[in-house]
């Protein structure tokens, strides 16, 4: 029996790939930095019976309708909002994502960028750097207590969990709004359970770390700041699609909120024009949420072993996000 072909759209480290190379055809993208030009990838698909994925690559309906051996698709990432989940359920495709390993990588990240937003660590770094440092003041780069405030979490998952345990260890209140209650954060945590709009209303920390969906797109908008604390932060380490950006610029400019601490943004990479990089009030990263190396090797491993277990071993997906009809 011919062995599959199947095609990594970015360059990976060869030893965690070697495994798969052992078993199928491998062809690889040997850029890290570069997405995998779109018709290279239409091109590299058509020939593919397993594709390894960025969420930076868009896995469309046009690209299954002219991928016919296609069988899987693991995306490395929890999100899977750049696949058209309904086209691969139609063509049998089945949909593989990394939940769980990338949880408490990316719960420390989103609690270290709501405290770099709330005592304005880069801002402070860069005072010291740029040489500006002359005195000492009572209120010099004076920000926003963490400790005993109450923070907000849309989307009560298991890294909205995560999150909520940290803010624990900081004797913070925690609420949260989610499409169904977390009885587990609750019980656990003490998470109270609120409505989206006193969620906004009462929380000085509000986090978004909401999935992409067409619900949830554009959510926060002029309406959403406008009812939050002007002295709230908002932390957004979900999707970027979720914010207004015209938005949420006019509600820093007007100061309708305190400050922004942002992770993903609506189209990535940011440019570096983009308004709201003006702002000395907004901390910016470039979507380094799981980014520790133990937990991308966790990622991609997990990648590899779904893609043997569907096209080599016979096996179910260890993480399937779609099943194959």
């Known amino acids: 029996m011919a062995k599959p072909t199947v095609f990594v759209t970015r360059r990976l480290p060869n030893a965690l790939l070697q495994p798969l190379k052992d078993a199928v055809h491998l062809h ?8 995998v030009p779109r018709e290279t990838l239409l091109e590299a698909a058509a ?3 397993g594709l390894l994925t960025m969420l930076s690559d868009r896995i469309d309906r046009a690209l299954i309708e ?8 693991a995306n490395l990432a929890v999100g899977f909002d750049n696949i058209d989940l309904a086209a691969c359920e139609e063509r049998g495709v089945i949909v593989c994502n990394t939940p769980d390993v990338l949880t408490e990588t990316t719960a420390d990240l989103t609690f270290a960028l709501l405290m770099a937003t709330a005592r304005r660590l880069i801002e402070a770094a860069d005072y010291v750097k740029n040489g500006q440092w002359k005195e000492w003041g009572p209120y010099l780069l004076a920000g926003k207590d963490i400790h ?14 995560a999150v909520a345990k940290r803010a624990k260890g900081f004797d913070m209140d925690v609420i949260y709004h989610n499409r169904s209650r977390n009885e587990k954060a609750e019980k656990e945590l003490g998470a109270r359970y609120v409505g ?3 969620l906004l209303e009462t929380a000085d920390y509000v986090v978004s770390l909401l999935p ?3 619900e949830t797109r554009g959510l926060f908008g002029r309406a959403a700041f406008k009812k939050m604390k002007k002295d709230a932060i908002f932390i957004n380490a979900g999707r970027g699609a979720v914010v207004d950006e015209d938005a949420l610029y006019e509600a820093l400019v007007q100061g309708e909120i305190a400050a922004a601490g942002l992770d993903v943004f609506q189209r990535e990479p ?3 024009d983009h308004p709201l990089l003006k702002l000395k009030q907004v901390v910016a990263l470039p979507h380094i ?8 090797t966790k990622m991609i491993e997990l990648c590899r072993e779904n893609l043997l277990n569907v096209l080599v071993r016979g096996q179910s997906p260890l993480t399937p996000v779609t099943a194959s009809r």
């Not at 690889?28 to 997405?35: A, G, T, V």
């Not at 002219?66 to 698709?73: C, I």
């Not at 949420?289 to 991308?296: E, M």
């Open 28 to 35: 690889m993208w040997e850029e890290e930095l570069e997405p």
């Open 47 to 49: 020939a593919a019976d």
């Open 66 to 73: 002219r991928a016919p051996r296609l069988k899987v698709v």
């Open 148 to 161: 005993h405030q109450t923070i907000g979490i849309f989307g009560m998952g298991r890294i909205g969990a």
């Open 196 to 198: 989206f709009d006193e």
């Open 212 to 214: 992409l969906t067409e």
């Open 270 to 272: 940011i440019g570096k």
């Open 289 to 296: 949420g799981s980014a520790s190396v133990a937990t991308r």
